[in-house]
């Protein structure tokens, strides 16, 4: 082979340019972007024939297995770390001394916007599962910069029951089982009961379980308690609470355990409805310090559907 | 926003970093790769939460259309140009003193392996179109570096026919109607019979074609001739052959023109069964010269049915 080989410089500038004079700046841009990178990975692997048909059957199967109710590209994006680095770049705050909130993770394909409103130190639990372990959480919201208390932020928790299944992937739990909205009171106390949270796989049987696969990676998740605070005056706050002794921290296959969310749950003596105790002190930043005050947290077209609306669409596409 | 809020630069080594040990490590350098150059492109446009689920589900949306003869995700590569590029990389030719064959261009998704061999100046027009021109193509074989005459190599030809469509796309066209595979005399000549090539547009039905859309760019080919040709000795050599006169060369929705390849087609006058005359000289380069002699054409795993076998398949898919 000659050093005369190399690739023609001129090739992707071409493809870029090809777009139109109609396209919108940030298209555009966007666009340009990935163009270049996707030729760039392609010329610094001199990726063959073979493996590039290898990469548009895998494109192609992804699509095939998504459903209403599953969004497979979702998954494969939280799989190569896409949704943590998104989350990331929309969400980091850190102010000119170097104060930072409570972190924000990804808020993954689970969470309902049908969580109903329930009282300060009610449960969660609708549906008892034999090896759930009760636990009674409680915390405060303090402004991360004042340390005054918050009052009146809604803080929408979401958790797996102890089979490791949310409400709408399994028949035996009622719908908003394990979910609930709940108001901070004026002293920026919490306080509920639920689970202490179980660890579980992703769904390993379409092309996300193929990746991982090939990458010899578990398809484990963590432990951890959804957690979503949301207020008029502060940045939303995503949170995925860790037991401090779950194996799989390391290894998350969706990247989105940090540092600040892992915490320890103590053994609770004092209570007859609750044998652990989870203290979970949450700092908010003011909205100002937010790169994107306005951004809305990214939500999925997919699997956000209530228990019974998504039952009836998998119906209506079985019948198609 | 603060001068401190800058991206963890430890997060795409970690997740790179997370494939096993027992991955292969062709397939480490080819993930690898891809994972930085994703996160790269998400930094540098800083991908906000709506637009990378715009992504999401336009990638869902190219497997939910594709079937054993429509590969969609083949198609956006090529409106990328992926396929070009990844050509390049697989079968760039050029000597130390700067000898090169004629070019190479990607195959598409219409070649058939099932065409039929023919004779010296037979035609490869079964069912003859009332706008179709006959041409007389012809050529002589060449090395490259001897310009010696090269016997006994297989020209494979394919093409549109008058209204745009490949038999298997065209209910009225008999299968390997203009296909077929000749071989070069002692001389190292070939000449057949086939149509002027003629313009038509990609499917728009599908995500390529919002794609396209987006881009603001035409989903025209210009009007081509497919040709490979295939020795023992030497490099196989995939054209597509362009009338010069055609008004898409510079907008090729698949980025697969080449100068050289670009050619008149001359009035022809003492032959009743022809109204157009194609010159076209081939230079072939010695097997050693390609930069992987083994390698073989890129061939998709769709779209390569025989007519009868895809139609079958089709029907088949209907009833699942």
Same mark, same amino acid.
């Given at each position: 082979m000659?050093?005369?080989? *190399?690739?023609?410089?001129?090739f992707?500038?071409?493809?870029?340019?090809?777009? $139109?004079?109609k396209?919108?700046?940030?298209?555009?841009?966007?666009?340009?972007? %990935?163009?270049?990178?996707?030729?760039?990975f392609? &010329?610094?692997?001199?990726l063959?024939p073979?493996?590039?048909?290898l990469?548009?059957?895998?494109?192609?199967s992804? $699509?095939?297995?998504?459903t209403?109710?599953?969004?497979e590209?979702h998954?494969i994006?939280d799989?190569?770390?896409?949704?943590?680095? @998104?989350?990331?770049?929309?969400?980091?705050?850190?102010t000119?001394?170097?104060?930072?909130?409570?972190s924000?993770?990804?808020?993954?394909?689970f969470?309902s916007p049908n969580a109903?409103f329930r009282?300060?130190?009610?449960?969660i639990?609708?549906?008892?599962?034999?090896?759930?372990k009760?636990?009674?959480m409680?915390?405060?919201?303090?402004?991360?910069?004042t340390?005054?208390?918050?009052?009146?932020?809604?803080?929408?928790i979401?958790?797996?029951s102890?089979?490791?299944?949310y409400?709408?992937?399994?028949?035996?739990?009622?719908?908003?089982?394990?979910?609930?909205?709940f108001?901070?009171n004026?002293k $920026?106390?919490?306080?509920w009961?639920?689970?202490?949270?179980?660890p579980?796989?992703?769904?390993t049987d379409?092309?996300? $379980?193929?990746? %991982?696969n @090939?990458?010899?990676?578990?398809?484990?998740?963590?432990?951890?308690?959804?957690?979503?605070i949301t207020h008029?005056?502060?940045?939303?706050?995503?949170?995925?609470?860790?037991?401090?002794?779950?194996?799989?921290?390391?290894?998350d296959?969706?990247?989105?355990v940090?540092n600040?969310?892992?915490?320890?749950?103590?053994?609770?003596?004092?209570d007859?409805?609750?044998?652990?105790?989870?203290?979970?002190? @949450?700092?908010?930043a %003011?909205?100002?310090?937010?790169?994107?005050p306005?951004?809305?947290p990214?939500?999925?077209?997919?699997? &956000?559907?209530?228990?019974?609306?998504?039952? *009836?669409?998998? *119906?209506?596409q079985?019948?198609?």
């Amino acid at each position: 082979m000659s050093a005369n080989r *190399q690739f023609d410089p001129d090739f992707t500038p071409y493809v870029i340019n090809a777009m $139109g004079p109609k396209v919108p700046e940030r298209t555009r841009v966007i666009l340009g972007s %990935l163009i270049k990178h996707i030729h760039d990975f392609a &010329r610094e692997v001199e990726l063959t024939p073979a493996e590039w048909m290898l990469g548009v059957e895998f494109i192609n199967s992804i $699509g095939k297995i998504s459903t209403p109710i599953r969004n497979e590209c979702h998954r494969i994006c939280d799989v190569i770390g896409l949704e943590s680095l @998104v989350d990331e770049i929309a969400n980091k705050i850190v102010t000119d001394e170097g104060v930072t909130p409570t972190s924000n993770v990804i808020l993954g394909p689970f969470w309902s916007p049908n969580a109903p409103f329930r009282a300060l130190g009610d449960s969660i639990i609708q549906d008892p599962n034999p090896d759930g372990k009760v636990t009674f959480m409680h915390g405060v919201l303090r402004d991360m910069e004042t340390g005054a208390p918050i009052e009146g932020a809604v803080l929408d928790i979401w958790q797996a029951s102890a089979n490791g299944q949310y409400d709408f992937q399994d028949p035996n739990q009622s719908e908003n089982n394990l979910r609930g909205k709940f108001r901070s009171n004026e002293k $920026g106390e919490f306080y509920w009961y639920c689970y202490h949270p179980t660890p579980y796989s992703l769904p390993t049987d379409g092309p996300a $379980g193929v990746l %991982l696969n @090939v990458m010899d990676r578990s398809p484990m998740r963590p432990a951890h308690i959804h957690l979503m605070i949301t207020h008029p005056d502060y940045a939303t706050v995503i949170n995925q609470i860790y037991p401090s002794d779950d194996p799989h921290l390391g290894i998350d296959s969706v990247f989105a355990v940090k540092n600040d969310l892992v915490v320890d749950f103590k053994p609770k003596t004092d209570d007859p409805k609750a044998s652990l105790d989870l203290d979970y002190p @949450v700092k908010m930043a %003011l909205k100002k310090h937010h790169p994107n005050p306005n951004s809305a947290p990214p939500v999925s077209s997919f699997e &956000r559907f209530s228990k019974s609306k998504g039952q *009836q669409q998998q *119906q209506q596409q079985q019948k198609l």
